[in-house]
Nanobody, 125 residues
Framework: QVQLVESGGGLVQAGGSLRLSCAAS????????MGWFRQAPGKEREFVTA????????SYSDSVKGRFIISRDNAKNSVYLQMNSLKPEDTAVYYC??????????????????WGQGTQVTVSS
């Protein structure tokens, strides 16, 4: 089994930055793709970004491209989400997820096998 624990969420003003972290344990971290998703109140969970097992390939949603950066450190069993130029519409609970079936960045929720508990990000205008 895999445990994923997110941290780094909080309240920030529009235009500010936050860095989310996700620590993984339980299986060899370097063998699976990782992703970040978010869910705003009253909305479905949506894809934000994903990274391949090696870190060499990434994918971003159009809404965050150019503002967010995903990275991973396999030696630390961690994946990160650097969020810059934050907007009020980025307000959501952010979840990290692990996919064991694929080693390339995945977009669909269904292609992820494990999920963290989420961390709240609130961007004030």
């Amino acid at each position: 089994q895999v445990q994923l624990v997110e941290s780094g969420g909080g309240l920030v003003q529009a235009g500010g930055s936050l860095r989310l972290s996700c620590a993984a344990s339980g299986r060899t971290f370097s063998t699976y793709a990782m992703g970040w998703f978010r869910q705003a109140p009253g909305k479905e969970r949506e894809f934000v970004t994903a990274i391949s097992w090696s870190g060499g390939r990434t994918s971003y949603s159009d809404s965050v491209k150019g503002r967010f950066i995903i990275s991973r450190d396999n030696a630390k069993n961690s994946v990160y989400l650097q969020m810059n130029s934050l907007k009020p519409e980025d307000t959501a609970v952010y979840y990290c997820a692990a996919s064991f079936r694929f080693d390339t960045p995945r977009v669909p929720n269904a292609e992820y096998d494990y999920w963290g508990q989420g961390t709240q990000v609130t961007v004030s205008s």
